[in-house]
C-alpha cells in the first residue's frame, strides 16, 4: 500500500513444502503452507537499487524483481522473522513481499511467475514455482495441493491439532553450489532412480491429501518417511547428518513423521507433530526448532478461490 509520500510497505509469508519435493519443476502436483514467519518490506524511489537485507544477495533479488514488475530503481528496508538458510524459503518470501507492496494490485498467480522469475535470475538456479505460489496465495488453516503444470490449484483444510516444525540442521549449502541443477536434469531426462522418486512422490502428494480430509495422522507420518527414503535413496539429496536427524524425529513423542525438506544436500527437516509436543521434539534432536502454524498469503484476500487441482 502506498503513501502520498511515495513510500510503500508489503509483507509476505514464508512457506513449508508438506510433500511433493522435487517435482514442481517438472510439472508435478505438490502440497506446500504458507505459515505464520513473515518478511516484510518498506521502500521508496532512490537513485540506484538499495536493500537493507540479512537474505544473501539482496539487492539482486530486488534488482531482479524491479526488472519484471518494470518499476524504477527503490531503496528497501527489511524486517524478517525468516531467518536465511532456515528452510521456509526467506528468498520467496522477500521477493513476494516487495511485488505485494509495488504492485498490490496483481494476480497473485502472474506475481507468484513474477517472482519466480526474478529469483531464477538473481540466482541462476532454475528453481520451481511452488514456493512464490504458496507465500503469495496461501491461506491460513488450509495447505494448497497445486499443479505445477497447469496452475490450477485448490486449498486443502490443515488440522488444528497438528503443528509443523521445521529443524534447523545446522548443515547449510548455496544452491548454486550443490548438485541441484543436477539432479533436475537428471530428473528431466528421466534417469531412472530420480524418476521413480518423481512418480512415487507425485503418488504420495494426493494420498497425503487424503489422509488429511481423514485426519489420519499415522498415515501423514509414514507418508512422511516414506518420502525421506525416496529423497535419500532415488533422487540422493540427503546427507548422512540429516539422516540421523530425521530418524531422531521420528522417535520423538508427538511426532508422526519427518523428512528432509527444500532442495537438500542439508538444510532443514520437516517434523509433523502432535500440539504440544515441541518440547520433545527439541530434546530429541538437540537441533534448533522452529514451530509454525498456517498463514494467508501476500495476495490471499485479493484471490480467492482457484480452481480444482
Known amino acids: 500500500m502506498e503513501s502520498n509520500a511515495g513510500t510503500w510497505h508489503g509483507r509476505a509469508p514464508g512457506r513449508v513444502n508438506l510433500i511433493g519435493e522435487h517435482v514442481d519443476y517438472l510439472g508435478g502436483v505438490v502440497l506446500p503452507a504458507a505459515v505464520n514467519r513473515h518478511t516484510e518490506v518498506t521502500g521508496r524511489p532512490s537513485a540506484e537499487w538499495a536493500v537493507e537485507s540479512r537474505v544473501k544477495g539482496g539487492v539482486a533479488y530486488l534488482r531482479a524483481i524491479g526488472e519484471e514488475l518494470g518499476v ?18 526467506s528468498s520467496a518470501a522477500l521477493l513476494v513481499a516487495v511485488a505485494s507492496g509495488l504492485k498490490p494490485e496483481m494476480d497473485g498467480r502472474e506475481a507468484a511467475l513474477a517472482c519466480q522469475r526474478a529469483e531464477q535470475r538473481a540466482t541462476g538456479v532454475q528453481v520451481g514455482v511452488m514456493d512464490q505460489f504458496a507465500s503469495a496465495l496461501g ?5 494448497l495441493l497445486l499443479d505445477c503444470g497447469t496452475l490450477e490449484y485448490r486449498m486443502v483444510p490443515f488440522p488444528d491439532e497438528l503443528d509443523i516444525a521445521v529443524i ?33 512422490e ?48 521420528w522417535a520423538a513423542k508427538g511426532c ?36 509454525c502454524s498456517t498463514a494467508d498469503g501476500a495476495f490471499a484476500r485479493a484471490n480467492e478461490g482457484g480452481r480444482a487441482a
Not at 527489511?78 to 528452510?87: A, D, Q
Open 256 to 291: 508422526f513423521g519427518a523428512r528432509i525438506m527444500g532442495a537438500g544436500f542439508g538444510g532443514s527437516i520437516l517434523a509433523l507433530i502432535e500440539r504440544g509436543s515441541e518440547a520433545a521434539l527439541k530434546a530429541a534432536v538437540e537441533q534448533p526448532v522452529i514451530v
Open 168 to 200: 534447523d540442521s545446522g548443515e547449510h549449502r548455496s544452491l548454486a553450489r550443490t548438485p541441484y541443477n543436477q539432479r533436475r536434469r537428471e530428473a528431466e531426462a528421466g534417469q531412472p532412480n530420480r524418476r521413480r522418486h518423481v512418480d512415487s
Open 139 to 143: 491461506r491460513r488453516g488450509h495447505a
Open 202 to 249: 507425485i503418488a504420495r502428494v494426493h494420498a497425503f491429501v487424503d489422509a488429511l480430509e481423514r485426519d489420519d495422522f499415522t498415515r501423514l507420518g509414514n507418508l512422511l518417511k516414506e518420502s525421506h527414503r525416496s529423497l535419500r535413496d532415488d533422487f540422493e539429496v540427503s546427507t548422512p547428518h540429516v539422516d540421523a536427524l530425521v530418524e531422531k524425529a
Open 72 to 89: 524504477q530503481p527503490q531503496g528497501v528496508r527489511v524486517r524478517s522473522e525468516i531467518p536465511s538458510g532456515s528452510g521456509l524459503s
